[in-house]
Nanobody
Framework: QVQVVESGGGLVQPGGSLRLSCAAS????????MGWYRQAPGKQREMVAS???????NYADSVKGRFTISRDNAKNTVYLQMNSLKPEDTAVYYC?????????WGRGIQVTVSS
């Protein structure tokens, strides 16, 4: 059984910060790629940040310079540090983990940026 659980979301004022965590447990095997996606009402799910391997990172243009993705392979955990948050960052955030054989999604966690 594989479990993927996000944490760290919530309500924050514009300009504030949040740190999201996503931890996987169970017989997931080696995780090659980790990433964060988000989906706002009425919009398609989009990639926010990803690490296809231990060294490479990719960011959406809208979050470059504000968000930082990192990973702890020993804990099967991926993090997303979000700084200088804007109202347009409001969305449900999902983590995605890729092994050789499977793709795993977290259940999603709400991030709301509002004054």
């Amino acid at each position: 059984q594989v479990q993927v659980v996000e944490s760290g979301g919530g309500l924050v004022q514009p300009g504030g910060s949040l740190r999201l965590s996503c931890a996987a447990s169970g017989s997931i095997g080696r995780i090659y790629a980790m990433g964060w996606y988000r989906q706002a009402p009425g919009k398609q799910r989009e990639m926010v940040a990803s690490m296809p391997n231990d060294a490479s990172t990719n960011y959406a243009d809208s979050v470059k310079g504000r968000f930082t993705i990192s990973r702890d392979n020993a804990k099967n955990t991926v993090y997303l540090q979000m700084n200088s948050l804007k109202p347009e960052d409001t969305a449900v955030y999902y983590c995605k983990l890729n092994s050789l054989w499977n793709l795993y999604w977290g259940r999603g966690i709400q991030v709301t940026v509002s004054s």
